[in-house]
Nanobody
Framework: QVQLVESGGGLVQAGGSLRLSCAVS????????MGWYRQAPGKQRDLVAS???????NYADSVKGRFTISRENAKNTVYLQMNSLKPEDTAVYYC??????????????WGKGTLVTVSS
């Protein structure tokens, strides 16, 4: 069974930093594009950043210059370094990955989420 397990969330003061990690485990062929999304209370889930297997990145305008997404293909792991955090960054952060299984089928899968709370 394929799982995406996030870690690194928590409580931080405004201006602080956190680093999120998401590791894919299970019997897979490879992992394609990986990304981080976030959902604040009462709001929709939005893309924060994504990264292709080749390393091409995409960021939401609200996090450009503050967040950095990276990945280690050998570990099937994606990271999100979050600096200069603001109270409006408070949300549950979800990892997403395009998983290529052993039959070469591609399926988008989600982690369970990790809570990031930024106090003012």
């Amino acid at each position: 069974q394929v799982q995406l397990v996030e870690s690194g969330g928590g409580l931080v003061q405004a201006g602080g930093s956190l680093r999120l990690s998401c590791a894919v485990s299970g019997s897979i062929l490879k992992v394609g594009t990986m990304g981080w999304y976030r959902q604040a209370p009462g709001k929709q889930r939005d893309l924060v950043a994504s990264i292709t297997r080749e390393g091409r990145t995409n960021y939401a305008d609200s996090v450009k210059g503050r967040f950095t997404i990276s990945r280690e293909n050998a570990k099937n792991t994606v990271y999100l370094q979050m600096n200069s955090l603001k109270p409006e960054d408070t949300a549950v952060y979800y990892c997403n990955a395009d998983i290529v299984d052993l039959r070469a089928s591609i399926k988008s899968q989600w982690g369970k989420g990790t809570l990031v709370t930024v106090s003012s």
